[in-house]
């Protein structure tokens, strides 16, 4: 078996093609890809759930709007935290007020997006967070199955931006990140939402 070159951090963005509903005009952040599989969460669907509802003591630190998101359709019952820790870039060292590689409670996933731990007392994380989300479940492929689908051409990579994360406006993210491009990626941000329609 050939070995994985490692996605995490970066987007999958699906592709108009992509025929699956869980996934249509899906922006997926991967946080983790290796040869056992891959785990990202949906960054572009809000539910109606606020935060508070949910996991009150963590409200105040998320962004707008300050709702969970559907992470993907594994897991629904269980809550992830990915939040922005501003300053913490590619292979940046800790000050004395981080420990290790970014604040306790939080762990890098790539640049300074990392996952956060749900259970730590937020007051741990609140002065070094710059934005915080919540997932409700996630995206999960097994061995080879993100492979597979990248050959079918079901998804774009592009590197991902902090501010995707917190993005303000997610039901426009599809189309900012395919925007962004410097390539013929930017002209698919213009695909109508129902082709039959032209």
């Known amino acids: 078996m ?30 983790d890809h290796d040869e056992e599989g891959s785990l990202g969460v949906i960054l572009n669907r809000p539910t109606p759930v606020g935060v508070a509802d949910i996991l009150e003591s963590w409200a105040a630190l998320a962004g707008e709007p300050g709702v969970v998101f ?8 269980s809550a992830l935290g990915v939040a922005v820790v ?26 300074a997006i990392g996952l956060v731990d749900l259970e730590a007392p937020p007051e741990l994380l609140a002065a070094a967070l710059g934005s915080l989300r919540i997932f409700a479940g996630y995206a999960g492929w097994g061995p080879g199955q993100l492979e ?9 990579v592009v590197e991902s931006e902090p501010g995707d994360v917190s993005s303000p406006d997610p039901s426009q993210l599809w189309r900012a990140v395919l925007r962004r491009q410097r390539n013929e990626l930017a002209m698919v941000a213009t695909y109508p939402d129902d082709p039959s329609l032209n």
Not at 2 to 24: H, K, Q, W
Not at 70 to 77: A, R
């Open 86 to 111: 501003p300053g913490e870039g590619h292979g940046a060292t800790g000050s004395a007020a981080v420990a290790g590689d970014g604040p306790l409670g939080w762990r890098r996933v790539h640049g």
């Open 148 to 156: 597979d689908e990248l050959v079918e051409g079901a998804w774009y």
């Open 70 to 77: 559907q992470g993907g359709p594994v897991s629904l019952d």
């Open 2 to 31: 050939s070995e994985v070159s490692s996605l995490t951090g970066r987007l999958l963005v699906a592709t108009p093609a992509l025929a699956d509903p869980n996934f249509d005009r899906a922006v997926v952040l991967l946080l």
